[in-house]
């Protein structure tokens, strides 16, 4: 079993919708967790970032994290054509480099 | 966010020859930087890490003599990719961070082709 699990889509949705996006784990020591979203041929722009579980929010953007289930979500509300991208997930324990998912790609139809 | 420059953008270069990547942290001291490589459609795959003033740190199955890395001061390293061939083409990454416990940043990329 990988690490981190993310399943790559693709995923399109309408404009408008919201889009809901997630990955498992196997480590329980990871403690730091990170939302990327990465355009085409450009570097990760860091989202959300939370550390432990609980919920975070910014924006149009919820991050997520259940610690028991080892499972992170990032949630788009009011999707625009704009948030297309690859999503990548990230984690960490203290103080290790980030453990990466495959990363998902989302398009965001008008 | 902090701001992670990194040059160039893209290069394309004949085979054989070095080509040099350059990483700054703008407005931050990056004690900690890390480079990347990612093929199309693929997520990150770490090289290496480097520590300002130590060695980098390789990842098992990189070439530390192929890829050469330099972190000489807290705002900035650099990947030397020697003796290029086409299979080293790719997207290379770098990222920053002023802490293990802190934020991780990422460069622009570059797109590197080896002709």
């Known amino acids: 079993q990988k690490e981190v699990e993310q399943d790559p889509g693709p995923l399109s949705v309408p404009e408008g919708a919201i889009v809901s996006l997630n990955c498992t784990y196997s480590?329980?020591?990871?403690?730091?967790f990170m939302w990327y979203r990465q355009y085409s041929r450009k570097g990760p722009e860091l989202l959300m970032y939370?550390?432990?579980?609980g919920n975070k929010e910014d924006g149009r953007f919820t991050a997520q994290v259940d610690k028991s289930s080892k499972y992170i979500s990032l949630f788009i509300r009011d999707s625009q054509p704009s948030d297309s991208a690859t999503y990548l997930c990230?984690?960490?324990?203290?103080?290790?480099?980030?453990?990466f998912g495959k990363g998902t790609r989302l398009s965001v139809i008008a | 966010g902090a701001v992670v420059s990194q040059h160039p953008s893209w290069v394309i270069c004949k085979s054989g020859t070095s080509v040099k990547i350059e990483c700054r942290s703008l407005d931050f001291q990056a004690t900690t930087m890390f480079w990347y490589r990612q093929f199309p459609k693929q997520s990150l795959m770490l090289m290496a890490t480097s520590n300002e003033g130590s060695k980098a740190t390789y990842e098992q199955g990189v070439e530390k003599d192929k890829f050469l890395i330099n972190h000489a001061s807290l705002t900035l390293s650099t990947l030397t990719v020697t003796s290029a061939h086409p299979e080293d083409s790719s997207f290379y990454i770098c990222s920053a961070t002023a802490s293990v416990n802190e934020k991780l940043f990422f460069g622009s990329g570059t797109q590197l082709s080896v002709l």
């Open positions: 939370t550390y432990s579980s």
């Open positions: 480590n329980s020591a990871f403690q730091y």
């Open positions: 990230a984690m960490r324990t203290g103080n290790t480099p980030l453990v």
